[in-house]
């Protein structure tokens, strides 16, 4: 896979995707009950989440369970001038229509900044590499919001969107922990263990 584009791994990671959710209607309920809630009390209260588009897998179970546990969700929004911000939002508030198939809360919704952040992908690997769709809205907004303080990224996604490895770009922001139907990897862990051990397994 390292041989090929960004763009022609985009396109098969997509189909990728699409076949893990249609194997496994009830993923997102299955994130939700495993999610580890000490995410929720070392990060929170402010959580991020997103409104699932096309095979993405939906956020809104978990996004529930989190709110009744006592956080403070928020959506993204996307601005006129192409920068990200956070919206307040709670489930059974209204959102808006947006460009390509957007759902985002309405441009009065009061800005926050989370501090545990849930993002959609299309691949990861054990550093935390995130493969997105190109647009680098997460990286500008994770960056912007971690030169403020702390910050934890968590992917939600299907087993098979994990690969060996992704290429990276020095604008890349590195996901915290990535957690799935069957689990969680605490990517930050894995960063540490190949920076103490460059020779180790990951390097081979």
Partial sequence: ????????????????????????????????NIFPMKLLERYGPVVAGY?????????GPLMERLENSGAQLC????????????RLWSPGEPLENRPFSLKEPPEDA?????????TP????DRMGA???YGKGHYDRTISTLREKGRVFACAL?????????????????????????EGSTPLFLMRGFAAADPDGPEAA
Avoid: C, N
């Fill in 121 to 124: 992908l299309l691949a990861f």
């Fill in 51 to 59: 409104v699932a588009i096309g095979s993405e897998i939906d956020p």
């Fill in 157 to 181: 996604a299907y087993p098979a969107q994990l690969v060996d490895a992704l290429p990276t770009e020095p604008h890349d922001q590195p996901l915290d922990w990535a957690i799935t139907p």
């Fill in 75 to 86: 959506l993204p929004r996307v601005e006129p001038d192409g920068s990200m911000t956070y």
């Fill in 1 to 32: 896979m390292a041989d090929i584009s960004k763009d022609e791994m985009r396109h098969h990671m997509r189909d990728i995707r699409e076949e893990a959710a249609a194997r496994d209607p009830d993923a997102a309920e299955k994130l939700a």
């Fill in 130 to 132: 995130r493969l997105g």
């Fill in 110 to 118: 009061p800005i926050v900044e989370p501090t545990l952040i849930l």
